[in-house]
């Protein structure tokens, strides 16, 4: 799970793109933290990098599949 300390530099928001799931090797349409959906798993990534293939990590039987999720957007000003 994703932590922080100074949460006055968070903001809340409701954009669409926290909801999208992404396949492994997709690219990064934002720069931040996915976590997979399944097993909890996250990893930083930078805007157009692409998110780890499949063979990156593996699940156990039965934990679902890889997809990865935005968690925290860095935003650039």
Known sequence: M???KYG??????DHSAYDTRHAP?????NAGI???VSCG????IA???TLPPQNHHQHAPGVG???S???VFAQQK
């Open 25 to 29: 090797g997709s690219p990064a349409g």
């Open 65 to 67: 599949k890889i997809e």
């Open 47 to 49: 805007k157009g990098h």
């Open 8 to 13: 006055d530099y968070l903001h809340h928001s």
């Open 2 to 4: 994703a932590q922080y």
């Open 41 to 44: 798993d996250e990893i930083g």
């Open 69 to 71: 999720q935005l968690l």
């Open 34 to 36: 996915y976590r997979c």
